[in-house]
């Protein structure tokens, strides 16, 4: 992989970081090579939003917080990749919202994708702020034909209406420029692949910052730059071996410095009304 394809991690959801570490796990490799990368199969679309079916259960799935294991050679973004989510189950405040069109473009901001599972129990899976959220849905017989969807969302603030929910979601996006923090893990990636790859210390910070700055600074005696690697590679090994669990908290995001306007949770979910219709 040249250098610069690791640049993609500037502006990938930390969901989509998280994968990027997993499937370089080699024990997960070994999972998927028994166990099979099917387990989660498009079904059809739902106002133009995806539907996708659990046809199976993968119990290897859940050891990596997975809800079905997705082969490993497939790069960010992964659109039949769901990760299992914490649900905090309080009751929610009601919100009545009409159904129409806006509905479906509002959510398009949050990356929604719907998940039918063993059980034919549907939830809307979203991505805010980087992290995901996983909504269920809460009446018995969705995605039909003229019948409604609600469904209930554990955090943010108990909006009034689509808009403001639409403006909520896009207040949630992924930073632009680059942070300490994805600089951290652009560069841990990068160690841990020129690491199994064979190269040298010394070549890994050639790579990330350059033959001029590494001949001056990688002398007998001085450490700051040779330790600077080692935390790189090191990084990279705690992340790949389940460290990458912690990108898909939402404490995660908030500590990324260029993720700015954030909704804060504000401890009330509401349910959240969307008219039905295949088409």
Not at 160 to 169: P, Q
């Amino acid at each position: 992989m040249p250098i610069t394809a690791y640049d993609a991690i500037q502006t990938l959801p930390k969901c989509d970081i998280a994968w990027e570490f997993l499937r370089r796990n080699i024990d997960y490799r070994r999972d998927v090579a028994c166990f099979g990368s099917d387990a989660i199969i498009r079904d059809r679309d739902w106002h133009g939003i995806a539907v996708y079916r659990q046809a199976r259960i993968c119990e290897a799935a859940a050891r990596w917080g997975l809800i079905g294991l997705c082969a490993p050679d497939m790069m960010a973004p992964v659109e039949h990749l769901f990760w299992l989510s914490d649900d905090t189950d309080t009751s929610p405040s009601v919100l009545t919202v009409p159904g129409n069109g806006r509905t479906s473009q509002a959510l398009m901001h949050a990356q929604p994708r719907f998940l039918i599972d063993i059980e034919d129990k549907v939830s809307l899976h979203l991505r805010m702020g980087g992290t995901v959220v996983r909504l269920p849905v809460l009446n018995e017989t969705p995605l039909k034909l003229g019948n409604d969807i609600a469904f209930t969302i554990y955090r943010g603030q108990e909006w009034g209406s689509i808009e403001r929910i639409s403006r909520g979601f896009r207040q949630m996006q992924d930073p632009t420029a680059w942070t300490a923090q994805r600089l951290s893990l652009r560069d841990a990636l990068i160690a841990f692949d020129r690491t199994h790859a064979g190269l040298r210390y010394r070549d890994i910070a050639c790579l990330l910052l350059g033959d001029a700055r590494v001949d001056q600074e990688w002398q007998i005696g001085r450490t700051a730059l040779k330790d600077r690697i080692r935390r790189a590679v090191k990084r990279g090994e705690k992340l790949v071996g389940g460290g990458y669990r912690a990108l898909l908290r939402p404490s995660a995001s908030s500590r990324d410095t260029s993720s700015r306007n954030r909704v804060p949770g504000s401890g009330h979910p509401f349910v959240y009304g969307l008219q039905g219709g295949v088409v």
